[in-house]
């Protein structure tokens, strides 16, 4: 175990394995497929960040970002969404509702950027 946990929600089964490859071994990763899920894995791991697909199906982010910040104990907890493709205006909403940043792409640098918002 690192110590810190991160969220990933995604329902790409792809960038989900991508997500992990990169970030361990400074997280441990736990995964949600919808946005419900995202949400319930929120309140049940109390992850140190979370990061969200926008576009993920059953609850949006949006939606999400907004139930996640509900509860006191994780009102603070750092959110970071992306779309794929990008989409501004839906990162700006993302934004304007909580969200603590934009994600834009997996890349190598992905933990020391999750890093920053720790």
């Known amino acids: 175990m690192t110590g810190k946990t991160v969220l990933y929600v995604d329902d790409d089964l792809s960038r989900?394995?991508?997500f992990g490859n990169l970030v361990k071994p400074d997280f441990d990763v736990e995964t949600a497929f919808n946005g419900w899920d995202g949400?319930?894995?929120s309140i049940m791991y109390h992850p140190d960040i979370v990061v969200f697909n926008l576009g993920v199906s059953v609850m949006t982010g949006l939606e999400?970002?907004?139930l996640i910040r509900s509860e006191d104990d994780l009102k603070d907890l750092p959110?970071?969404?992306f779309t794929i493709p990008r989409d501004p205006t839906l990162e700006q909403i993302c934004m304007d509702s909580g969200?603590?940043?934009i994600l834009e792409e997996l890349t190598e640098e992905l933990s020391n950027q999750l890093q920053r918002y720790l």
Do not use: S
């Open 99 to 101: 969200c603590t940043g």
């Open 79 to 81: 959110f970071l969404g």
């Open 39 to 41: 949400v319930g894995a």
């Open 16 to 18: 989900v394995e991508r």
């Open 64 to 66: 999400a970002i907004r």
